[in-house]
C-alpha cells in the first residue's frame, strides 16, 4: 500500500479544517503492468503537455505554486491531474482506502496524524484478513506499506504499539477487543515521493478527496474539487460500508 497525505495535521492554529490520507493498494503480481500503466500515461502527458517523465506530480503544489512547472499553463496542469485520475480509474487491480479526519470540536489533545494513520492501517489490516481487495492471489496473503517522506519514529512506533496491544471497539454492545496487527509486515518503508510514481498516484487521491471536503478557490471554480468521484470504480467501500464513498471518517 502507497501511502500520501494532505493537509495539516495540527489542531492548534491550523490552517486547514481536514486532514486526509489515501493509500493506494495493489496486489505484488500486479505490480509491474500498473507501473507500466503509469509509466505509459507519463509518456502521453509529456507530448500532450510538455511535463517531462522525471518531472513529480505533487498534486497540491502542481496547481498552487508550480515552480519551474508554471511554463504550463494552470488550466493544463489541471487536466493532467485529471487525466491521472482516471487512468487509475481504469486499473481495475488497484485498490484506494481514504480516511478523512475534520478536526472541528476535536479537543487539542486529539491526536490526528495517529488517528488516521491508525484508521488507515487496521482497514489495510481488515481487508487483508477478509481477503476483499481485487485480485487477491490466496488467502493468508500479507501487505506492507510504503509512505512518502522521510523516516518517521512516530508511525514506526505505532506499528509497534499495534503488534503487542491494539483495542478495536466492538461493533455492538460496547467495549473493546485486542485484534493485533498480524497481516501487515515490516515497518513501513518510506520513499521520496519524487522518485515513486505510485506514491504520486497516493498523493493525487489523498488531494483530491480534501479538495472534495475543503475545495481552494480555484478548484471549485474549475470544477476539481468533483474530481475525487472519478476514482470510484477503485474506491475501497468495504473500509467503510456506511459512506458512500467508503470514506472512513473520525
Given at each position: 500500500m502507497y501511502v500520501d497525505?494532505?493537509?495539516d495535521?495540527?489542531?492548534?492554529?491550523?490552517?486547514?479544517?481536514?486532514?486526509?490520507?489515501?493509500?493506494?493498494?495493489i496486489n505484488e503480481t500486479r505490480w509491474q503492468s500498473a507501473m507500466g500503466r503509469v509509466a505509459d500515461f507519463r509518456q502521453r502527458m509529456r507530448s500532450a503537455f510538455g511535463l517531462q517523465v522525471r518531472e513529480e506530480i505533487h498534486s497540491?503544489?502542481?496547481i498552487t505554486s508550480p515552480g519551474p512547472l508554471v511554463r504550463i499553463p494552470r488550466h493544463d496542469r489541471l487536466a493532467i491531474l485529471r487525466h491521472f485520475a482516471d487512468e487509475l480509474a481504469r486499473m481495475s487491480e488497484l485498490s484506494v482506502i481514504n480516511v478523512v479526519v475534520d478536526k472541528q470540536d476535536k479537543p487539542t489533545t486529539y491526536d490526528v496524524?495517529?488517528?488516521?494513520?491508525r484508521a488507515l492501517v487496521q482497514r489495510f489490516e481488515n481487508t487483508l484478513i477478509h481477503n476483499n481487495f481485487p485480485n487477491a492471489m490466496t488467502k493468508g496473503e500479507c501487505g506492507m506499506v510504503f509512505a512518502d517522506g522521510q523516516p518517521s519514529a512516530k508511525l514506526i512506533a505505532m506499528?509497534?504499539?499495534?503488534?503487542?496491544?491494539?483495542?478495536?471497539?466492538?461493533?455492538?454492545?460496547?467495549?473493546y477487543r485486542n485484534i493485533v496487527?498480524?497481516?501487515?509486515?515490516?515497518?513501513?518503508c518510506f520513499r521520496d515521493s519524487a522518485h515513486s510514481l505510485l506514491i504520486q498516484a497516493a498523493d493525487l487521491v489523498a488531494f483530491l478527496l480534501y479538495q472534495q471536503e475543503q475545495p481552494n478557490q480555484y478548484m471549485r471554480k474549475s470544477g476539481g474539487a468533483g474530481y475525487f468521484s472519478r476514482l470510484t470504480p477503485i474506491l475501497c467501500r468495504r473500509a467503510s460500508p456506511r459512506d458512500p464513498q467508503g470514506i472512513v471518517r473520525l
Open positions: 497525505e494532505s493537509g495535521p495540527g489542531i492548534t492554529n491550523s490552517p486547514t479544517r481536514y486532514f486526509t490520507l489515501s493509500g493506494l493498494v497540491a503544489r502542481f496524524f495517529e488517528h488516521a494513520w506499528y509497534t504499539r499495534m503488534r503487542d496491544y491494539n483495542p478495536v471497539p466492538n461493533q455492538t454492545g460496547g467495549g496487527m498480524r497481516k501487515i509486515i515490516e515497518d513501513p
